[in-house]
């Protein structure tokens, strides 16, 4: 997720780096599927992905919800309201992933059981860009609430839950079932899963 290279990563592996300093770190964003295919064939050790599907080829060492709503410019109607139904959202544009993006996600889940015709006035393959198009008013979005953290912290955009649709995200941390990691990769993993659960609590 982009949210997480953004934003909980740099710091984490910072201080990782500082105890390990003969360590190179490679980081890869990707899609879900591909995060597993590369944790499974060894290509990568650790792999954060959101929505896995299930399978026995790699461990989830920690799992967490992510609260899943519209996300809207601040000047927009829907965040004046205190609470956003879907059905709220039907007068209103979309910005939607688009491609493998939106295959098996929330968005797709959410849509497939909608009795509601949402239509997508523009679709893109990155979180950065939905969020600038939501941003300068070109429509709303669904995300989860991680991915726009900074943005409501710097009051750039707004999260509203849906009160009659409780959805959520789930992002895996997850490794290969059948390989164990070098110490300097135990260490990592730990720091990780420590990290994720504070996201889960907060």
């Known amino acids: 997720m982009e949210s997480l290279t953004d934003q909980l990563l740099?710091?984490?592996l910072e201080s990782f780096s500082q105890r390990f300093r003969a360590?190179?770190?490679v980081l890869e964003t990707g899609m879900t599927e591909s995060i597993l295919e590369q944790v499974q064939?060894?290509?990568a050790d650790i792999?954060?992905?959101?929505n896995p599907p299930p399978t026995r080829k790699v461990r989830f060492v920690q799992r967490v919800n992510l609260e899943f709503g519209v996300v809207v410019a601040p000047s927009h109607p829907l965040a004046e309201q205190a609470t956003v139904k879907l059905r709220d959202c039907r007068a209103h544009r979309l910005v939607a992933p688009s491609g493998e993006m939106f295959r098996g996600s929330t968005l797709e889940k959410l849509l497939a059981n909608s009795p509601y015709a949402l239509v997508p006035v523009a679709s893109c393959n990155r979180i950065l860009t939905i969020k600038s198009l939501v941003r300068?008013?070109?429509g709303i979005a669904f995300l989860n609430r991680l991915d726009v953290?900074?943005?409501?912290a710097q009051g750039?955009?707004?999260?509203r839950s849906l009160s009659d649709r409780r959805l959520h995200a789930q992002?895996?941390?997850?490794?290969?079932?059948?390989r164990s990691l070098p110490p300097a990769g135990e260490v990592l993993l730990e720091h990780l899963r420590v990290a994720l659960a504070a996201v889960d609590e907060s």
Do not use: K, M, S
Not at 47 to 50: A, L
Not at 149 to 152: S, T, V
Not at 156 to 159: G, I, R, S, T
Not at 171 to 178: M, P
């Open 10 to 12: 740099p710091t984490l």
């Open 149 to 152: 953290a900074r943005e409501l």
């Open 156 to 159: 750039e955009l707004v999260f």
């Open 171 to 178: 992002l895996a941390l997850c490794v290969a079932a059948d």
């Open 41 to 43: 064939i060894g290509d």
């Open 136 to 138: 300068a008013g070109l």
């Open 47 to 50: 792999g954060i992905c959101i």
């Open 23 to 25: 360590l190179r770190l």
